[in-house]
């Protein structure tokens, strides 16, 4: 049995386990991997981000190049198109949910528990991402699908980046530029009832209660210094 290793909060790792759940593949293990946060991790799985595919040779890192491995491995229900043009569409939007959209709420992430929160990055970060939902607003399909008429790639990869925008952007000050949007806000309410979308991000929200929590309680800080020092410390042993 391969193994995916995951967490609630990781947006990469959930577009992948929507993936899964869509395709009803049930001979993946979905787990946090062990070591996850320490040197160890790093040295086993050199980019130290998961999500990491694990179990059919080499481990795989990178959402997007697991995706496009399951979709291979499994290729049926189909979350691609059902021609060329149809399938590059899908994988435009998906890359707006992931680079566009993610990649910067990811970055932008942090200034929401910093101490003191640096505007210039808030401003740069948040500005390309109502940017980039302002340009979703024109391309998404109107039907609860990101495009197809039915659930694709481009939902797995929208669906966790518009739960990061919906729930950390107004954490650093700037408003949810999702309602201001009517085709990206019409997909939001449809795509959210649909079953494997609900399902991650359910447990998106549960990682997120989670983190605020050890915010809260100072906990993430000292996991994230103890982390760092470990780091520091195999850095040097390798010099």
């Known amino acids: ?20 759940y869509a395709k009803g593949i049930t001979d993946i293990e979905i ?19 998961i999500p990491v595919l694990e179990g059919d040779g080499e481990p795989m ?46 970055m932008l992430s942090p200034q929401s528990r910093a101490s003191t929160r640096n505007q210039g990055i808030v401003d740069l ?31 797995c990869a929208l669906v966790p980046g518009l739960f990061l925008v919906e729930n950390v952007l107004p954490s650093v000050g700037m408003d949810d530029p999702v309602p201001t949007t009517p085709k990206v806000a019409a997909y939001w309410a449809a795509i959210k009832q649909e079953p494997s979308a609900a399902k991650v991000l359910a447990e998106l929200h549960r990682g997120l209660e989670e983190r ?21 410390a195999a850095e040097a042993r390798k010099d």
């Open 1 to 20: 049995m391969m193994k995916l290793y995951s967490g609630d909060l990781s947006p990469y790792s959930a577009r992948v386990r929507m993936q899964i």
């Open 31 to 49: 787990m946090l991997p062990p070591t996850f946060g320490t040197a160890q991790f790093r040295k086993d799985y050199p980019i130290g981000r």
């Open 61 to 106: 890192a990178e959402s997007e190049v697991i995706a496009e491995y399951l979709e291979a491995r499994y290729p049926e229900p189909s979350l691609l198109g059902a021609t060329l043009r149809e399938t590059a569409q899908i994988r435009t939007l998906a890359r707006i949910g992931d680079i566009y959209i993610m990649n910067n709420m990811f």
């Open 125 to 155: 970060l948040g500005g390309q991402v109502v940017r980039n939902i302002k340009a979703l607003d024109r391309m998404i399909g109107e039907d609860g699908f990101a495009c197809s008429g039915r659930l694709t790639l481009a939902d």
């Open 212 to 232: 605020r929590e050890l915010i809260r309680t100072g906990a993430f800080e000292k996991m994230m210094a103890k982390a760092a020092a470990e780091m520091a």
